[in-house]
Nanobody, 115 residues
Framework: QVQLVESGGGLVQAGGSLTLSCAASASIFRLNTMGWFRQAPGNQRELVAAINSGGGTNVADAVKGRFTVSRDNARNTVYLQMNSLKPEDTAVYYC?????????WGQGTQVTVSS
């Protein structure tokens, strides 16, 4: 079964931290690059961080130095550590493989950063 389950979102004040988790089915996770995406109201979904099966990472300029992506291959889980959060980080956060290739999206997890 193809499945992605995101968790860990919430309401946090600017400057705070959150850690998101994404549990993926093995068919999605294994040997694939996994990414964290976000979508704010009125905006397109954007890729903010990605990690390949060997642990190599890439993060978007908007979150560089603040967000860290990691993965636990034994648990088929990918994480997003978010520090120094800003109001503009407010969005629904999703994970998926990169490229998505039609993999169904999970429900996402809401992150709200208050000023």
């Amino acid at each position: 079964q193809v499945q992605l389950v995101e968790s860990g979102g919430g309401l946090v004040q600017a400057g705070g931290s959150l850690t998101l988790s994404c549990a993926a089915s093995a068919s999605i996770f294994r040997l694939n690059t996994m990414g964290w995406f976000r979508q704010a109201p009125g905006n397109q979904r954007e890729l903010v961080a990605a990690i390949n099966s060997g642990g190599g990472t890439n993060v978007a300029d908007a979150v560089k130095g603040r967000f860290t992506v990691s993965r636990d291959n034994a648990r088929n889980t990918v994480y997003l550590q978010m520090n120094s959060l800003k109001p503009e980080d407010t969005a629904v956060y999703y994970c998926n493989r990169v490229p998505v290739r039609g993999t169904p999206w999970g429900q996402g997890t809401q992150v709200t950063v208050s000023s």
